[in-house]
């Protein structure tokens, strides 16, 4: 589903265009060197960030942000203060200032990265779960059909199915472009007659296709139905504006472009219109308007909180909240246009360098469509990605479907980087048996 509409989503709004002059485009018929990058590197605004991560083991390129992003050097020092100071310190006296710890992290990422009001996030369970949570909840609000689609990330289609067989729906699956996203003519086909929800990713997991937000609510709504966005892959890469865009609802990964670490809490979004209305099937003590009364009839906070069910993973809060500061501190349209010109500058080598062996762009061309991450398509792309990190230690990512996926994280990573990194899978292919040039022989 491409960019129809780009300002939508904040990524080319008169902010971004100003910083996007910060990181001239290379264009085609340039030849890059190493000059050229490291004078690149030498005017980064955002120069500065790399050092407030903790180092990568020497010699390794990391390219893999999209899949679980580097550790902020911030990070393990709260870890540290809240398990020595909090708990080793206060004992069970520190566990009221941890209440509202899911609050306090949503209002965070809602004014950082999300573009959503006080109260109307929080950070809680996993993907999956708040995925549940808030299909359910959409579901027992209306009548009507699910709409998902094929492209989405597999738990997404599970939960989504799931859900509709639970509570007796069709489950209606849009076939989608694996370049390109869901196209807006198929969901305009998908929601006829009537929709309940429909769900989709904002940058899609495979391809990177950035999805237009305002489009698809406006088909969606005029359907009666909810829209459900699954922001894994876009919150932290690109600014978003969920409340300005009218969005209904919105999960999560905090663990990628957010940089929140292993098994980090999820987002979970709901419009304030929406909390007094709708209500969520995992009813827990954290959800209910007088949590510590111990009552045993359950009455559903209000707020955002009618959207929590148990104990929220204390350490793992603390481990987040490092990184949501230094993405607020950099600013997210300056790591956006960052983001672009990483990407645009492997993209303009990798058609130079990696083309003759194999390497298939396999998602929007033009930067401005897509997440933060290149995706390319090559027939042996589950062993090269291995290959490519023994021999060159590069670090990549190998998607299904013989995808690789390239995501250079903007704060700690430098144009050298990515200049050297398509040199050595270069050398990599060029050494490599069954990875000659694919040319065509002159006559």
Known sequence: MTTTQPET???????????????????????????????????????????????????????????????????ADAADALVRGEWGDRLAEARTQWLDLPQRVGDELAATVLGAGPGEVV????????????????????????????????????VLTGLAEEYGREA?????????????????????????????????????????????????HAAGALVLWDLSHAVGALPLRLTADGADLAV?????????GPGAPALLYVREELHGRLTQPVQGWYGHREQLAMRTDFYPDPSIRRFLTGSPPVLSLAALRPAVRLLGEAGLARIRAKSTALTGLFQRLA????????????????????????????????????L?????????????????????APLSTRFEDVYE???????????????????????
């Open 172 to 220: 209606r699956v849009v076939r989608t472009d694996p370049d390109r996203g869901p196209q807006l003519d198929q969901l305009r086909l998908a929601v006829e007659g009537g929709a309940a929800l429909v769900s989709l990713s904002l940058v899609s997991h495979r391809s990177g296709a950035l999805a237009d937000m305002r489009a698809v609510q406006e088909i969606a």
């Open 388 to 408: 490519i990190a023994e021999r060159a230690g590069v670090l990549v990512d190998y998607g299904a479907h013989d995808r690789i996926r390239v995501s250079p």
């Open 9 to 75: 989503h904040g990524h080319r709004n008169g902010h971004q265009d100003a910083y996007q002059d910060e990181y001239p485009e290379v264009r085609q018929e340039e030849a890059v060197g190493l000059s050229t990058v490291r004078q690149l590197d030498a005017a980064d605004p955002l120069a500065a960030f790399r050092t407030r991560f903790a180092p990568t083991p020497d010699g390794l390129v990391f390219l893999n942000g999209a899949s679980l992003g580097r550790l902020p050097a911030a990070t």
């Open 421 to 443: 990194a398509v040199h050595r899978i270069h050398r990599v292919l060029r050494e490599a048996p069954g990875d000659e040039p694919r040319r065509k022989e002159r006559a």
């Open 252 to 260: 999560g990964s905090t663990y990628k472009h957010l940089c929140g």
């Open 351 to 386: 058609a130079e360098l990696l083309t003759p062996y194999g390497f298939r762009l396999a998602g929007p061309s033009d930067p401005a469509e897509r997440g933060g991450h290149l995706t390319y398509a090559h027939e042996r792309a589950r062993a090269l990605v291995p």
């Open 123 to 158: 950070a809680s369970d996993c993907t999956s779960v708040n995925l549940y949570k808030l299909g359910a909840a959409a579901l027992r609000d209306r009548p009507g059909a699910v709409v998902l689609d094929d492209d989405n990330f597999p738990t997404d289609q599970y």
